[in-house]
C-alpha cells in the first residue's frame, strides 16, 4: 500500500502545499491519496476501495494506476474519472471505489473538483471549519449508467482544504472531532497537521 503513495508525502511552493498521511492499519485496506505538481497545475486525487482485505489493495492499485495513466496522457478531470471507472468495470469483479479529484490551476486559482461517492472535504476558511457539499456521482465501477460532474470549488488564499477516508470517520476516529482537530492544528505546517 505504502508503494502507491507519492514519492514524498508533502510538497511546497509558493502558492500552495500539499500533505498526506496514511495511518496503518490492523490488517490490508484500500485507502490511498495521490497528487501530482506540473507547471500549471496542482492535482489530487484521494480513493477508497470497497473492502478490507487483499482485495481492497488490489482495487487501490486499479484505481491509482488509471487516474495516473489518464493524468500522464493528459486527461482532464472528467477524462481521469471516467477512465478510473472504466477500469474497476473491467477488472474490479463488480467491486467499486470511491473517490474525490481536484485540480487547482497555479495560474489562477481556479478548482476543479469530482466527488465519486466520497466523504465530503472539509474546509478551514478564517478558523471556521465548514464541510463542503458537493453533487455526488458513483463510485468508479458502479455498474449503472453514469457520468461524473466537474464542479467548481471555493478554494481561497489562506484556506486549508482536508480530503479523507472513510477510516477517519469510523472506529477508534469515530470519537475524533475533525473540525476542532483542524482549528487546533491550523498553526502546524500542513505535513504536521496531516500527520497530527
Known amino acids: 500500500q505504502h508503494r502507491l503513495l507519492p514519492a514524498s508525502l508533502a510538497c511546497e511552493a509558493a502558492q500552495f502545499a500539499v500533505a498526506g498521511a496514511l495511518e496503518p492499519a490492523d490488517h490490508v485496506g484500500g485507502d490511498t491519496f495521490d497528487y501530482v505538481i506540473d507547471r500549471d497545475t496542482v492535482q489530487l486525487s484521494v480513493t477508497d476501495a470497497m473492502g478490507h482485505d487483499v482485495d481492497a489493495a488490489l482495487l487501490a492499485t486499479l484505481a491509482v494506476g488509471a487516474l495516473r495513466r489518464a493524468r500522464r496522457a ?19 469483479h463488480q467491486s467499486y471505489v470511491t473517490g474525490q479529484l481536484l485540480r487547482i490551476s497555479l495560474i489562477d486559482g481556479t478548482t476543479e473538483f469530482i466527488n465519486a461517492g466520497h466523504p465530503w472535504p472539509l474546509r478551514m476558511r478564517n478558523g471556521q471549519v465548514r464541510e463542503i457539499i458537493p453533487k455526488i456521482d458513483t463510485p468508479f465501477g458502479f455498474p449503472a449508467p453514469h457520468t461524473y460532474r466537474v464542479q467548481s470549488l471555493d478554494l481561497r488564499p489562506g484556506d486549508r482544504l482536508v480530503m479523507l477516508t472513510d477510516g477517519m470517520l469510523e472506529r477508534n476516529a469515530g470519537s475524533v472531532d ?3 482537530l483542524i482549528v487546533r492544528t491550523r498553526a502546524l505546517h500542513p505535513r504536521e497537521a496531516a500527520r497530527t
Open 74 to 92: 493528459g486527461g482532464d478531470l472528467a477524462e481521469q474519472a471516467r477512465q478510473a471507472d472504466q477500469a474497476m468495470r473491467e477488472h474490479g
Open 178 to 180: 475533525l473540525s476542532d
